[in-house]
């Protein structure tokens, strides 16, 4: 087989402050953006890596989540616990220092955790958990 990750989601609630994190703090292209009905999805990526996107979607798109759901989501956004992400750089204090100085909102500082990865984490601007391992 030949499997690979095309897109993952990750929920967003400020069009605006979500494409200047992705865009401007963490480097990612742009390859769509789209609104529809006082609706926003923002499709982001890595250069060089076309085929692997993060779609950045309004978390009350489903028509099916209620609004007590939609509550619930937005309070575990606010928290850090609805959604995770990790991504990889081959520097990490490098990049985490590049993060800080853009005034992202850091959870963990570098480093080396006792399962044999060294990483950091911080949050997106919708509470998103995200965490950055050093590749080695």
């Not at 897109?7 to 953006?33: K, M």
């Not at 309070?75 to 990049?95: H, S, V, Y």
């Not at 060294?118 to 949050?123: C, E, H, K, N, Q």
């Amino acid at each position: 087989m030949d499997i690979t990750i095309h897109n993952a989601f990750l929920p967003q609630t400020d069009p605006a402050a979500t494409l200047t994190f992705y865009r401007d703090v963490l480097g990612f292209e742009v390859r769509n953006d789209v609104g529809y009905n006082g609706m926003h999805w923002i499709t982001v990526g890595p250069s060089g890596q076309p085929g692997t996107s993060i779609v950045l979607f309004p978390p009350g798109a489903d028509p099916g989540v209620t609004d007590e759901e939609r509550r619930t989501i937005t309070e575990m956004m606010a928290k850090g616990t609805f959604a995770i992400i990790t991504l990889a750089t081959a520097n990490l204090d490098e990049t985490f220092g590049r993060l800080q100085a853009a005034g992202i909102e850091v959870v963990q500082e570098p480093i080396e955790q006792p399962y044999g990865v060294r990483d950091a984490a911080f949050r997106d601007p919708s509470g998103n958990l995200i965490r950055m391992n050093e590749v080695r």
